[in-house]
């Protein structure tokens, strides 16, 4: 059986021909305020999730906590909560205990949301998280 010579390309000609695709198609996946195209994964990471990162909510069930147990939270605790729910997220904990002051919060990082509170006259219990940040 004679194959003719030359009849398919060579790895070395098929390797040029996509290694301008390749080259193009990275520039654009390049995500949106990134640096370069060789950035490392951590820094591409730390910056898509400062950028999701937005407000705590409560949820209903801390919302009634905070309002039974008579907790009024200062505008530097609020902060202080938010920046512990940013590191909690960044170390990536899902479910995270907050500690402010004498106060303690469950934020689930992932939805950005205090699901309970409790202050300093409780029984300190928790269970279900998997990280805690003291502020």
Avoid: C, W
């Avoid at 907050?98 to 300093?120: E, K």
């Amino acid at each position: 059986m004679n194959i003719p010579m030359n009849q398919f390309p060579s790895i070395e000609q098929m390797t040029e021909k996509i290694k301008p695709a390749s080259r193009a198609n990275a520039s654009e996946r390049i995500a949106p305020g990134s640096k370069t195209p060789h950035a490392p994964f951590s820094e591409i990471l730390k910056e898509k999730q400062a950028a999701e990162i937005g407000e705590l909510t409560f949820s209903k069930h801390a919302n009634e906590r905070l309002a039974s147990r008579n907790i009024d939270l200062t505008e530097d605790q609020y902060k202080r909560l938010e920046t512990g729910a940013r590191k909690a997220g960044e170390k990536g904990i899902v479910e995270s205990l907050v500690m402010v002051d004498n106060l303690a919060f469950i934020v689930n990082v992932r939805s950005n949301t205090v699901i309970t509170a409790v202050n300093q006259g409780e029984e300190r219990v928790f269970t279900n998280i998997d990280g805690a940040v003291i502020i």
